[in-house]
């Protein structure tokens, strides 16, 4: 049982690692966003109808990564994109977003390097 157990674990890791390696695109991301929810994903598509804002936290850049279909990204921190461009990005996707203001589907989150730096 005890080998059974790890070697479900060792397979889990094994997709999991399969998923961060391996770019998808942003309508196979769309097509399974209940898989994807919550998780990171690297995806790699064009980039589409780019914003910057700047807000309490910093720069935030908003954009679309698209390949027949979009996700949108929000980006925090420092972003060097340019319209029409391919990308590949890595972050937190979310199926669905509520913040007040903030009101998505199919989100990519990107993080700052080095996390969010709070004062003190």
């Not at 695109?25 to 209940?34: D, E, H, Q, R, T």
């Not at 994109?81 to 669905?96: D, H, L, N, P, Y």
Request: contains cysteine.
């Amino acid at each position: 049982m005890k080998q059974l157990i790890a070697l479900i674990l060792c397979l889990g890791i094994a997709t999991a690692v399969a998923f961060s390696d391996t770019p998808l695109a942003p309508s196979a991301v769309i097509a399974g966003a209940s898989t994807y929810d919550k998780q990171d994903v690297t995806v790699s598509g064009t980039i589409k109808n780019v914003q910057t804002k700047n807000g309490p936290r910093g720069t935030m850049t908003q954009y679309q990564l698209c390949d027949s279909q979009c996700v949108n990204v929000v980006e925090f921190g420092s972003a060097t994109i340019t319209e029409g461009q391919t990308q590949t990005v890595t972050g937190r996707f979310r199926a669905s977003v509520d913040r007040g203001a903030m009101k998505a589907q199919n989100v990519i989150m990107i993080m700052p390097a080095g996390g969010w730096h709070h004062p003190h």
